[in-house]
């Protein structure tokens, strides 16, 4: 069991700004996951792997074929506040589900 963060590279957002951004994304689908699978993510230690896409239509693929899966997924808009402009997609975040279908969607993707 897994939880992938797939973050923008392409808005040089400062690193405070990505872990924040990573943390929505990750609470998010949290908050949409089945008992179930997190009750089953937390016994194996919560794993996540934060990965990179260069564009925001590389990020708006990856949603469209999240959401065709039974995974829980958020799609981060951000308010604008800090470094970036009001509604910019900043990050996507997929699972906890298993590994291995965490991997069909996110396995051809780089580390951040």
Partial sequence: MKQAIIVRTDLKMG???IAAQACHASLECYKRAD???????????QKKVVLK?????ELLELHTMAKATDL???LI??????????????CLGIGP?????????TGHLKLL
């Fill in 35 to 45: 008992k179930r699978k997190i009750r089953e993510w937390e016994l194996f230690g």
């Fill in 72 to 74: 829980p997924c958020a």
């Fill in 15 to 17: 690193k405070g700004k």
């Fill in 97 to 105: 589900g298993p590994d291995e279908e965490i991997d069909k969607l």
């Fill in 53 to 57: 896409v260069s564009s925001e239509m």
């Fill in 77 to 90: 808009t951000d308010a604008g506040h800090t470094q970036i402009e009001p509604s910019t997609r900043t």
